[in-house]
């Protein structure tokens, strides 16, 4: 349940693993519109963090929210011990914070059992291409992973070249050319 949880917030929100890492239970998640307060903390003590020192909110759907309300309840008593969401759940460290090596691991076997190649940075890329092909404008799928620059927004994404190409042709038969037909006669 925890790890479908994460694979899902990491998914539907754009967060990075550190992100999701550092979520404080009682005091960034909003049970009544159903997002999380992403923050920058200097001192996690799993060592996560948000990047950038910026502060950003993101929603999460209504089914990921009832899985976050079923993992709070299953594993309300482990998680009374300390703030933060994500817990070790079995082991030698069991109810001890997550750190990211548990993430990493939890991709690991999902990649065994698939035999996909997973790594939690692909959900990124993921949200911002679904978001993208969605019809979300560059500056908003920037602003929701936290990117400062747009640019750097650009390199998760993938805009094939027919698309490209057809926009090119739908802009001019809109808009036109910058050099009037009549003038080339000149």
Not at 48 to 53: E, G, I, P
Not at 131 to 137: Q, V
């Amino acid at each position: 349940m925890r790890d479908k949880l994460q694979i899902a917030l990491m998914a539907e929100t754009g967060m990075r693993a550190g992100e999701l890492l550092g979520i404080h239970y009682d005091e960034d998640i909003n049970l009544d519109d159903k997002t999380i307060q992403i923050r920058f903390r200097e001192r996690n003590q799993n060592d996560a963090r948000a990047k950038n020192r910026e502060n950003r909110t993101v929603l999460m759907s209504d089914s990921v929210y009832k899985l976050l309300l079923e993992y709070m309840a299953n594993y309300a008593d482990a998680l009374k011990k300390h703030k933060y969401l994500f817990i070790n759940l079995q082991g030698n460290k069991e109810g001890d914070v997550e750190f990211m090596s548990s993430l990493q691991a939890t991709f690991r076997r999902l990649e065994e059992k698939t035999g996909i190649y997973a790594r939690p940075h692909m959900l990124r890329h993921y949200f911002a291409q679904s978001r993208l092909d969605a019809g979300w404008k560059l500056p908003m799928i920037a602003n929701a992973l936290g990117h400062k620059d747009t640019r750097t927004t650009e390199l998760y994404l993938r805009i094939p070249e027919n698309e490209r190409l057809v926009a090119s042709k739908e802009y001019f038969e809109m808009y036109g050319s910058l050099i009037d037909e009549e003038e080339m006669s000149l």
